[in-house]
């Protein structure tokens, strides 16, 4: 069963999640460091997020279609997207197997990784309001 | 067991005449215009003349570029690009060393969807739609890149490799003719022999290594380059020699093509991508640093692949490393950064290796993670 009922669920954590992000600064700082711009584009349900770290300054989080140029675009299922943030999966089997296909430079995706996975502390809280909001 | 994906797409073909052998596929086939790519080297060979001869005789039309150099470098294979779109070329064949198959590869890509910016298609999997034919004849024994679903490409304006992954960019056949690989130079049967060997030994170790079809692949591929890598380097003109190592690196780059490499492929791209190194000569400099990092605590790994290729039950770590460190110097290859011809390096010089091999999707698939400054170690300790 999907974790997520259907966009706006979807788009509902993950708005709530990388609020939360920006606003832990040893998570947020080094994404701005980075002035990355990513797009995660999500399917089953389809959403499609952009975080926008460009000036170094300012976390952006758009939702939805938006003209901006990401640097990065990371395509998966919504629920490869939750056992992502669960800890659950092994990343290089993943864009190895093609469950996650990841466009742009692959050595800047793979510098994210270490900087977000503190944010794995914060998903299983957010999930939960999820669940309980449903129930 | 693990669930395990082992993906092939290319049909492997073993012959003691490429030429002939493309010559009457092409037969049965309404191709109209043809690329060919290779390098210098290859095209001042008499077989090579030779071929271009016989397949200038067919109906199809030619188009030959034969000054590929060292490493896919981005402005080349977009010229290239250019060249094959405005030939309307509907098959490219290369024919040479990881390099020129590389290169036909990025080719591919542009020529297929009719762009030359080919770092627009960068990443893993991005590229979805079937590509055009490629047929590749290697004729280096080491590279793999004959069956492998990933090229690399070299960016002169930023210094830094760049990487592209998708089982589309798999070659349609892979022609392995022996025949091509003895009037290989010294150097080159080594290092590429080298890399091949590499490439078993981190397949094998990766943290993707759950299949018993890749871990076959990286024991039979060594038990052969052990055995014959030697003597292809020493007696060039061996045929059975060069047959064998041949195989060997087949069968290398399509177990590392479905496991993945690692620390010490992640150092070798960050130095040759500054300091325009053999890739081959760069992974021997590693090879036996990077298994002393990785055995702190995957020691078992390597234990047990000693085992196995060697047949031995007295083999292990300990013992694959004195095999390499001896098949090191019977192939005469440098041992240390230094002697490979890098100047000495400055902090920041090993700051930004270290950072640039810290994000080498190689080293996603290490079995230890490594960090910065594990990495600097490895650098600093390759050196001299």
Same mark, same amino acid.
């Given at each position: ?13 993950? &708005? ?15 994404? &701005? ?28 989080? &758009? ?73 | ?34 690329? $060919?790519? !290779? ?63 590389? !290169? ?85 049967? #080594? ?39 030697? $003597? ?51 992974? #021997? ?44 110097? !019977? ?24 950072? !640039? ?28």
């Amino acid at each position: 069963m999907s974790t997520f009922k259907n966009s706006d669920e979807l788009n509902l954590v993950m &708005l709530n999640l990388w609020t939360q992000i920006s606003q832990t600064p040893h998570i947020a700082n080094p994404l &701005l460091e980075s002035k990355l711009i990513v797009t995660f584009h999500y399917r089953s349900p389809e959403a499609q997020l952009t975080i926008d770290c460009a000036n170094g300054s300012d976390f952006n989080i &758009l939702l939805g279609d938006n003209e901006i140029k990401p640097l990065i675009e990371l395509f998966m299922k919504a629920e490869v997207a939750n056992e992502f943030w669960l800890g659950k999966i092994n990343v290089p089997m993943a864009l190895l197997s093609g469950k996650i296909v990841s466009k742009g430079p692959i050595n800047k995706a793979l510098a994210l990784l270490p900087a977000i996975k503190p944010a794995f502390q914060i998903y299983p809280s957010i999930i939960a309001q999820l669940n309980q909001s449903d129930s | 067991m693990n669930p395990f994906v082992f993906t092939t797409d290319t049909q492997i073909v073993f012959t003691y005449d490429f030429g002939e052998l493309i010559l009457d596929k092409l037969s049965d086939l309404s191709t109209s215009s043809i690329l $060919i790519l !290779t390098d210098l080297g290859i095209a001042k060979q008499d077989f090579f003349k030779v071929f271009l001869h016989n397949i200038n005789q067919i109906e199809a039309k030619i188009t030959l570029f034969d000054t590929i150099t060292s490493d896919a470098e981005v402005t080349i294979v977009e010229s290239i690009t250019r060249i094959a779109i405005d030939n309307a070329c509907d098959l490219i064949l290369a024919i040479g060393g990881g390099s020129v198959i590389d !290169t036909a590869k990025l080719v591919n890509i542009g020529l297929t969807l009719k762009d030359t910016e080919i770092l627009n298609y960068q990443g893993i999997n991005s590229i979805t739609q079937k590509l055009k034919p490629l047929w590749v004849v290697p004729t280096t024994a080491g590279t793999g890149s004959e069956v492998s679903l990933v090229a690399v490409a070299k960016d002169n304006a930023s210094n830094k490799k760049i990487f592209f992954g998708s089982h589309c960019l798999a070659s349609e056949y892979a022609i392995l003719d022996p025949n091509l690989l003895v009037t290989l130079p010294k150097f080159l049967t #080594a290092a590429t022999g080298m890399d091949a060997i590499t490439h078993a030994i981190e397949a094998y170790t990766s943290i993707n290594s759950n299949s018993p079809i890749t871990d076959s692949l990286c024991i039979g591929a060594l038990n052969n380059l052990f055995t014959y890598l030697p $003597i292809a380097y020493n007696e060039p003109t061996n045929l059975s020699a060069r047959e064998q190592t041949l195989i060997a690196s087949t069968m290398a780059g399509l177990a590392f093509s479905n496991s993945g490499v690692g620390v010490v492929h992640a150092l070798a791209h960050a130095i040759g991508a500054k300091y325009n190194t053999h890739h081959g000569a760069t992974n #021997a400099v590693f090879l036996l640093p990077g298994i002393k990092f990785n055995s702190r605590n995957s020691q078992s790994y390597y234990d047990d692949l000693s085992y196995k290729v060697f047949n031995n039950r007295n083999a292990n770590q300990e013992f694959l490393c004195v095999k390499i460190s001896e098949l090191l110097a !019977t192939l005469e290859l440098p041992l240390n950064l230094k002697s490979l011809g890098l100047p000495q390096l400055t902090n920041e010089d090993i700051e930004e290796l270290a950072q !640039t091999a810290l994000v080498d999707p190689s080293l996603m698939f290490n079995p230890v993670e490594a960090s910065l400054e594990d990495l600097k170690e490895l650098i600093i300790n390759s050196y001299n």
